[in-house]
């Protein structure tokens, strides 16, 4: 098994920048590829970004690239999500994802571990 925990939501104004922590704990020799997700009420859960382990090919959606990095650092098991450039339209509860194989382009049904989420509200 495997447990995630995320941390670093928050509120900021447009514009405005903030880090996602995602601590693994567990199995984590299991994990092959990890990614982040966001889920607004009534929406699909949406993958935002990914990472595979361990040569950390990333992937990230069109609506975050130039703006959003993910990464890792697997000495101490934790996966970070860099929001640069903040829009109302990125306010979400986000979700740190691992997967049992590699996954680049992140599909929720391909992650087998989630974490709670934390809410990301971005106002303008």
């Known amino acids: 098994q495997v447990q995630l925990v995320e941390s670093g939501g928050g509120s900021v104004q447009a514009g405005g920048s903030l880090t996602l922590s995602c601590a693994s704990s567990g199995d984590t020799w299991s994990i092959y590829s990890m990614a982040w997700f966001r889920q607004v009420p009534g929406m699909e859960r949406e993958g935002v970004a990914s990472i595979e382990t361990p040569h950390s090919g990333t992937f990230y959606a069109d609506s975050v690239k130039g703006r959003f990095t993910i990464t890792q650092d697997n000495a101490k098991n934790m996966l970070y999500l860099q929001m640069n450039t903040l829009q109302p339209e990125d306010t979400a509860m986000y979700y740190c994802?691992?997967?049992?194989?590699?996954?680049?382009?992140?599909?929720?049904?391909?992650?087998?571990?989630w974490g709670q989420g934390t809410q990301v509200t971005v106002s303008s």
């Open positions: 994802a691992a997967a049992r194989g590699w996954v680049l382009v992140p599909r929720k049904d391909d992650f087998t571990w």
